[in-house]
Nanobody
């Protein structure tokens, strides 16, 4: 089992920045990949970014060049730096750990981009 706790969401104006963090209770290095997903009202949950234990990262086209995912295997954390935020980035963001073939999820953190 892996417990994930997200932090860092909030309200930001368009063009602004936010940093999300996710702390894992255990087995962090075995989470491969770690990822961030998001779900907007009325839409399906979608992958935002993921990162392997060795550091290889993958991004959705909608955030490429604006968001950066990183992980600290020593601190059991994964972060998502979000720059140049747009209203369409508004969603609940979820931290994900894929451990073998099982997905573990955090409780989600709300990100709202609005003027």
């Amino acid at each position: 089992q892996v417990q994930l706790v997200e932090s860092g969401g909030g309200l930001v104006q368009p063009g602004g920045s936010l940093r999300l963090s996710c702390a894992a209770s255990r087995n962090f290095f075995s989470c491969n990949p770690m990822g961030w997903y998001r779900q907007a009202p009325g839409k399906q949950r979608e992958l935002v970014a993921s990162i392997m234990s060795g550091g290889t990262a993958n991004y959705s086209d909608s955030v490429k060049g604006r968001f950066t995912i990183s992980r600290d295997n020593a601190k059991n954390t994964v972060s998502l730096q979000m720059n140049s935020l747009k209203p369409e980035d508004t969603a609940v963001y979820y931290c994900n750990c894929r451990l073998l073939r099982t997905d573990f999820w955090g409780q989600g953190t709300q990100v709202t981009v609005s003027s």
